[in-house]
């Protein structure tokens, strides 16, 4: 069974450093996607970044991007430049064969003003 | 923001008590999910349904049940709350696949709720 492993449940940064976020993952299957999700306090869960398991290229979506090392099966997430409003908690998601989402348990984290 | 709603926001009952929590959204969305998320742990799947009539148990074992009368509307019964039913309840639901759109949930703000 697919298994999605967060090691950082609390992570802080300082206003426009960055930061990484780590996630691991276990598959025996070789097509599926990644996903990371952000949940501000008391608001909905969105979708940050996808990443599709045949591509090589890191996705980037302007300040996030990712840090996809497949043989390693590792998922990292790079924000830069934080931003207050980037204080939430991060999951990390995998999706294969199956259709349906295995979750991580998520890193709160604290942007320092 | 995405168009999916859910009430109540917050719920506090005594145990042995009828609740439904709602779940609505206005995408025309065919997938709807219930995920329940408990502090520092991951999301559970509990039910989801892939469109009208449609309605599927997930891999967390739940006492609660669902209904899909209508597209946009996914509602999640429990005929009688338990202490350990408190938990906060995800609604969400995603578009049809292509591409772009693979594995994107479109989530509402949550129902926590609490059992005395």
């Known amino acids: 069974a697919q298994t999605v492993t967060q090691s950082q449940p609390e992570m802080s940064v300082q206003e426009a450093e960055t930061v990484t976020l780590s996630c691991t993952y276990d598959t025996s299957e070789s097509d599926y996607y990644l996903f990371w999700y952000k949940q501000p306090p008391s608001r909905q869960m969105i979708l940050v970044i996808r990443q599709e398991a045949y591509k090589q290229q890191n996705a980037t979506e302007n300040r996030f991007s990712v840090n996809f090392q497949k043989a390693a099966k590792s998922f990292s997430l790079k924000i830069s430049d934080s931003q207050l409003g980037d204080a939430a908690m991060y999951f990390c998601?995998?999706?294969?064969?199956?259709?349906?989402?295995?979750w991580g348990a998520g890193t709160k984290l604290i942007i320092k003003p | 923001e995405a168009d999916i709603y859910q009430t109540p926001r917050y719920l506090v009952i005594g145990t042995g008590k009828k609740i439904t929590l709602e779940c609505s959204q206005t995408m025309g969305h065919d997938k709807m999910y219930w995920y329940q998320q408990d502090p520092g742990m991951e999301l559970h799947l509990i039910h989801y349904?892939?469109?009208?009539?449609?309605?599927e148990k997930g891999d967390l074992s739940s006492e609660s049940t669902v209904s899909r009368i209508r597209t946009e509307h996914f509602p999640l019964t429990l005929e009688s709350a338990r202490p350990s039913h408190t938990s906060q309840y995800l609604c969400?639901?995603?578009?049809?696949?292509?591409?772009?759109?693979?594995?994107?949930?479109?989530f509402g703000e949550g129902s926590r709720l609490t059992v005395l």
């Open positions: 349904s892939y469109g009208v009539n449609s309605t």
């Open positions: 998601a995998y999706r294969g064969s199956n259709y349906q989402l295995i």
């Open positions: 969400a639901s995603s578009p049809v696949e292509g591409r772009e759109r693979t594995g994107e949930l479109f």
